[in-house]
């Protein structure tokens, strides 16, 4: 994937608009064109496609749906990245990321990872800032010079440095034409500089999720790679805000969430995600004390939830509502003691959930703490005073890079391990057994369906089939077979565990 040097005289200009529904995505297409041409609904996945002629030039205009909407699953997203990938084929003149003025920077910077990702490395000269709502700067009689100087724009004035400072700003009231003529003078310009348009030689989308290259054989490798991702466990009680907030942290709304006491969390799940090159694993845990489940469904949940954090979690996150610290939750760090060790201190942190009311109340979590329960601040220091306050409202970018920022730094204390014991030890080297096993057959099964293969096809093939034994392998682990597969092991653990569930 490259730009290529195309023709100064080339009469096309194609532009493509990206942005979080209600950035003013389909108003600046609007303007470009002249005409009510868009109207993008919330949750849309298809690329719409207007043009225009101006100045002897032939425009067209891609609107793309918001690739970072929460509500939209894994084949929708997938489905909305072939159709970019198609429609962009041919060549791009810029790529315009809407910013909506006077509004928090939100999931932008995301937004520009997400295009290199797709597009490759390459895509980012071709990026231009594009503010909307110019009419509020007009308000406030500044220039959009001046709104980026001010400090409290500083996240806004960033985004414009990633992008070269390459910014323009639009205002889709006006019906002037010569703010469409500007814009269109600044893509030229880019253009020229960066030898014309950008195109795809290539089009290979980077997949993070997959390891570092393997030199391959021809035989299997005696060893399964090891993982590399960042795997957290959520531990909480029920109505806490643990399940939204494992949403933040994924970015999607994959865990199903309830604002009433009774748990919407009855099995231990697992959900996988990619952000900034950083594969994160969240494992969403039955509510703890939920006196719904039986003792063998929290077994078999207990099973579940060692085999997905396998070979260990790096993270142990109790999740605490604001306004709301209950006798059982004073004894949680206790409990994940006698289960754990008191090594896994060192891997355990707080995430306070419902920000939202310490800011009606005008308090800091810093000043919640001080003047709320003692036994509160006493287990937040037995976490080594690591805690984060989150606003689960808001799933914006910001609050998740501060947070993951937290967790890392409590993994680089950690000196980059993961907590493990003699339990996580045992189960992996299970999975890994089983995996191999799995692993070996399929690899068999295609070097007599794929006689000749060269080795970057052999090395896309084999990753694909490392993590597809890997899920079977869990899934095998965690099934009504898991008696025989070697969950017996699991038992004094279960038993331990029970206790710190509260469950009788």
């Known amino acids: 994937m490259s730009a290529i040097c195309l023709s100064p005289d080339d009469p096309e200009i194609r532009i493509l608009l990206m942005g979080r529904f209600g950035s003013g995505k389909s108003s600046s297409g609007n303007t470009i064109v002249g005409e009510k041409k868009f109207q993008i609904r919330k949750h849309e996945t298809d690329v719409f496609e207007g043009q225009t002629q101006i100045s002897g030039k032939q425009v067209q205009v891609f609107i793309s749906p918001d690739p970072l909407d929460p509500d939209l699953n894994e084949e929708q997203l997938e489905q909305m990245k072939d159709t970019l990938v198609s429609q962009c084929s041919a060549g791009l003149s810029a790529v315009l990321l809407t910013v909506p003025l006077l509004e928090p920077v939100q999931n932008e910077e995301e937004m520009l990872d997400y295009m290199k990702c797709l597009f490759g490395p390459e895509v980012q000269k071709y990026i231009m800032i594009l503010f909307t709502r110019g009419d509020e700067l007009e308000e406030l009689d500044q220039t959009i010079h001046e709104y980026l100087q001010k400090e409290s724009n500083a996240d806004a004035q960033q985004l414009v440095n990633k992008c070269g400072r390459k910014f323009h700003c639009?205002?889709?009231?006006?019906k002037s034409e010569k703010q469409v003529q500007e814009l269109l003078q600044k893509i030229e310009e880019m253009m020229k500089k960066n030898g014309w348009k950008f195109t795809m030689k290539q089009m290979r989308r980077n997949d993070s999720k997959r390891g570092p290259p393997i030199t391959f054989s021809g035989e299997s490798p005696a060893k399964i790679p090891e993982r590399t991702d960042l795997r957290l466990?959520?531990?909480?009680?029920?109505?806490?805000?643990?399940?939204?907030?494992?949403?933040?942290?994924?970015?999607?709304?994959?865990?199903?969430?309830?604002?009433?006491?009774?748990?919407?969390?009855?099995?231990?799940?697992?959900?996988?995600?990619?952000?900034?090159?950083?594969?994160?694993?969240?494992?969403?845990?039955?509510?703890l004390y939920d006196t719904e489940l039986s003792e063998e469904q929290v077994q078999n949940e207990i099973v579940k939830c060692v085999t997905f954090t396998s070979p260990g979690p790096h993270a142990f996150i109790i999740v605490i509502r604001v306004g709301r610290f209950t006798e059982e939750e004073k004894n949680t760090v206790q409990n994940l003691k006698v289960v754990f060790g008191e090594q896994v201190l060192k891997y355990t942190m707080i995430i306070f959930t419902h920000k939202d009311q310490l800011e009606e109340e005008n308090k800091t979590i810093e000043q919640y703490l001080q003047d709320g329960d003692p036994e509160l601040k006493k287990l937040v220091e037995s976490c080594g005073n690591r805690f984060f306050c989150l606003d689960n409202k808001s799933a914006s970018f910001p609050q998740f890079k501060a947070l993951i920022s937290k967790i890392e730094k409590m993994v680089a204390k950690n000196r980059g391990t993961y907590f493990t014991n003699d339990l996580f030890e045992r189960t992996e080297k299970h999975i890994q057994k089983i995996q191999k096993q799995k692993l070996d057959k399929k690899i068999k099964q295609h070097k007599q369906q794929h006689k000749q293969l060269n080795k970057t096809d052999w090395q896309e093939i084999y990753w694909s089939l490392v993590e597809e034994s890997r899920r079977e392998a869990e899934l095998k682990l965690t099934s009504e077979e898991a008696e025989s597969a070697g969950a017996r092991g699991f038992r004094a653990v279960i038993h331990a565990f029970r206790k710190m569930c509260a469950i009788q």
Do not use: H, M, W, Y
């Open 170 to 174: 639009f205002n889709n009231k006006s």
């Open 233 to 287: 466990v959520l531990l909480g009680k029920t109505g806490s805000g643990k399940s939204a907030a494992g949403n933040t942290i994924i970015g999607r709304n994959v865990f199903e969430t309830s604002a009433g006491s009774k748990s919407q969390t009855k099995q231990c799940q697992s959900e996988t995600t990619v952000r900034f090159d950083k594969e994160i694993t969240v494992i969403d845990t039955p509510g």
